[in-house]
């Protein structure tokens, strides 16, 4: 279990904020103070009318957040959970780590050597959680591992790159497709 205690205010319906109110202070700015709770209306009250220009043209502010987020003690963002089995295990493939949970799949950078069908083990397990309560490794789990089957290999959507200099006549317009590895996991190995 985590020691830093949370202070969460989920964001669902429209907040209304004026320029005179608490949320409107610039001097908030993102951050949350240690123990209060602020939403994320808040920060966006406090940034958008920081500057004196706008104080004087927004004196009411209508801010609407469609989806459900929180904003934990410390001030940053976090994404909405679906509850304590929200992942079993934090792996690390092919240089970037993934929130897993048994029987979803993940798509990564490819794995070389993979063929759709076949079977993968993960042995580079940073974290798993049983319950509520996390395991981490230093640096690495002793004896956990996440198994999967490859879905498909497949590329990316592609990405355009353009190279420009102005005045020189010289312009580069090319494309680019991430080969990419889908893969569904199928069991979570826990020590």
């Given at each position: 279990m985590s020691t830093m205690a949370m202070a969460t205010v989920s964001v669902a319906a429209p907040v209304r904020a004026t320029a005179g109110s608490k949320?409107?202070?610039?001097?908030?700015?993102?951050?949350?103070?240690?123990?209060?709770?602020?939403?994320?209306?808040?920060?966006?009250?406090?940034?958008?009318?920081?500057?004196?220009?706008?104080?004087?043209?927004?004196?009411?502010?209508s801010i609407c957040a469609a989806a459900?987020?929180?904003?934990?003690?410390?001030?940053?963002?976090?994404?909405?959970?679906?509850?304590?089995?929200?992942?079993?295990?934090?792996?690390?493939?092919?240089g970037s780590q993934q929130f897993v949970t048994e029987g979803r799949y993940y798509e990564c950078h490819s794995l070389k050597g993979v063929e759709p069908g076949s079977k993968i083990a993960f042995e580079r397990v940073l974290a798993t959680k049983a319950g509520d309560a996390p395991t981490f490794g230093e640096p690495y789990v002793a004896g956990a591992r996440v198994e999967a089957t490859?879905?498909?290999?497949?590329?990316?959507?592609?990405?355009?790159?353009?190279?420009?200099?102005r005045k020189?006549?010289?312009?580069?317009?090319?494309?680019?497709?991430?080969?990419?590895?889908?893969?569904?996991?199928?069991?979570v190995v826990k020590p």
């Open positions: 949320a409107a202070k610039p001097a908030f700015m993102g951050r949350a103070a240690a123990g209060s709770k602020a939403s994320l209306s808040d920060a966006f009250c406090a940034m958008s009318l920081a500057t004196p220009a706008r104080k004087q043209a927004n004196r009411s502010l459900t987020t929180s904003v934990n003690q410390v001030g940053f963002v976090t994404p909405p959970s679906t509850g304590a089995a929200a992942w079993d295990a934090i792996v690390e493939v092919g490859v879905l498909e290999n497949f590329k990316d959507k592609k990405l355009i790159v353009f190279k420009y200099r020189k006549h010289y312009k580069r317009k090319n494309g680019h497709r991430q080969p990419m590895t889908r893969f569904l996991v199928t069991k």
